[in-house]
């Protein structure tokens, strides 16, 4: 199974809409394009800045049609998977991969906490249903309520031929070090699910990393691995320090608005988030656009 192409800045894509919450097809090719041509190496559908939890089976098949025909090839698409019942999981998942991704990265249950016995049946499933592509883990306690143990995903990457990889959001350096060192046997691909953390993860064995920042400065952030790839650690870590302050100011408004909120303030016009989210209020507003200018970045909105 070819997993050469799991690596690199992979911005989970937000979903733009109207007014009237429809999906806006030309925005959404818009931000394809400005993705790829930034130097993405991938499009993370479904993602957690692209508002999954808010949306329906059949608004999602509209989006990711949109994405696959207007990435025409260019880089892989991985479908993001993240309903709390296995078999809507396994649904989503197979409905993906039909319509063109290449990957399947699964979150784990919101709300509930699992069993072990439990999180090894709904991965085990949803992973069984599509064993053509590559399946990836995605560890967010933070919105999840619980983490990924090392062992379980320890025990699933050597017992599930199409399990890959996985993405560590859990802004531990030492958890994501643990994923990449108890599975590098198998040549397990760890991917930093935090942005301020690009350069460190990559020093520590991680093969790229999924970025909400690289909705709307995705040249900065690719530069950070492109750096380090070629060598240039110097270089490598100025721009994630240049990073740093715009992701951290984020956290000022409600999750995930302020991505969509930047989107807007450098013209990409991406809309409002799906209520009950609103856009940030207008003194974070300001903040955001400071952060943006004091990082050397044009602001028209």
């Not at 199974?1 to 009237?20: A, H």
């Not at 919105?143 to 599930?160: C, F, N, R, T």
């Not at 302020?258 to 450098?266: G, Q, V």
């Amino acid at each position: 199974m070819d997993t050469s192409f799991i690596k690199g800045i992979i911005p989970p894509i937000l979903t733009p809409i109207t007014e009237d919450e429809q999906i806006d097809e030309a925005s959404l090719r818009h931000l394809v394009d400005f993705i790829i041509e930034g130097g993405c190496s991938g499009i993370l559908a479904f993602g957690s800045n692209g508002e999954f939890y808010m949306m329906e089976e059949a608004e999602m098949e509209k989006a990711l049609k949109i994405m696959v025909d207007q990435t025409a090839g260019r880089v892989p698409i991985y479908m993001g998977v993240g309903a709390i019942r296995t078999s809507k999981c396994v649904r989503l998942a197979k409905m993906g991969v039909r319509l063109g991704a290449k990957s399947v990265s699964i979150l784990q249950p919101m709300f509930i906490k699992p069993t072990v016995a439990e999180l090894r049946q709904h991965f085990t499933s949803i992973a069984a249903a599509v064993p053509e592509v590559p399946v990836l883990l995605y560890n967010n306690p933070g919105k999840a309520g619980y983490p990924m143990s090392q062992d379980l995903v320890e025990e699933l990457a050597h017992s599930i031929p199409n399990l890959v990889g996985m993405k560590d959001s859990s802004g531990d350096l030492t958890e994501t070090m643990e994923f990449v060192r108890r599975n590098a046997d198998i040549g397990f691909k760890v991917l930093c699910g935090k942005d301020t953390l690009i350069y460190s993860g990559l020093g520590v064995g991680t093969v790229g990393a999924v970025c909400s920042t690289a909705n709307y400065m995705p040249k900065l952030v690719c530069s950070i691995y492109e750096k380090f790839i070629a060598g240039d650690l110097k270089g490598s870590l100025e721009a994630q320090l240049k990073l740093n302050p715009i992701r951290l100011a984020n956290d000022k408004s409600s999750f995930p608005v302020a991505t969509k909120d930047l989107a807007n303030i450098i013209g990409n016009k991406v809309g409002k988030p799906f209520l009950p989210n609103m856009p940030s209020p207008e003194g974070q507003m300001q903040n955001l656009r400071q952060q943006m200018i004091d990082g050397g970045f044009e602001v028209v909105g």
